[in-house]
């Protein structure tokens, strides 16, 4: 049964909006973020997107400029546990604090919620399992 789920799961788009766009160029990203209305900073290595009043999502880009590895940076608890939940029911949760999911790509990743002792807050790690 958990195969069925993971397997429908990876059928489904689901790169939304304020999510990962790991494998995405820095432009694709400019224009997706800059059209919805968030602010878009990029430097040499990372872009850097701060959503409303939701999180700040940081990719990090290799030479190419092609996404390599992200960070959402949630704002505030309910940001934080409105992904949670959205995590729960569109991924395959793995255990509390990590899920499993299929990026348009094909390519497997999967995020992990932890506690930033020097920041002091949560950060989702999304870890790339495929290319």
């Known amino acids: 049964m ?11 788009p689901v790169l939304s909006f304020g999510q990962i766009h790991l494998g995405r160029s820095v432009k694709e990203i400019q ?4 059209e919805a209305g968030c602010k878009v900073l990029v430097d040499k290595d990372l872009t850097i ?20 590895e992200a960070f959402i940076f949630p704002k505030n608890d309910k940001s934080l546990n409105e992904r949670i939940q ?4 569109e991924y395959t949760v793995i255990s509390a604090h990590l899920w499993r999911c299929c990026l348009e790509n094909g390519s497997i990743t999967d995020i992990e919620l932890i506690w930033d002792e020097d920041l002091k807050t949560y950060v ?6 495929t290319n």
């Open 2 to 12: 958990r195969k069925i789920i993971f397997i429908v799961l990876c059928s489904l």
């Open 31 to 34: 224009k997706e973020f800059g």
């Open 49 to 68: 997107v701060h959503i409303k009043d939701d999180c700040v999502v940081i990719h990090r880009h290799d030479k190419k400029h092609i996404a390599k």
């Open 86 to 89: 959205q995590y729960n029911k």
């Open 124 to 129: 989702f790690l999304f870890i790339p399992l």
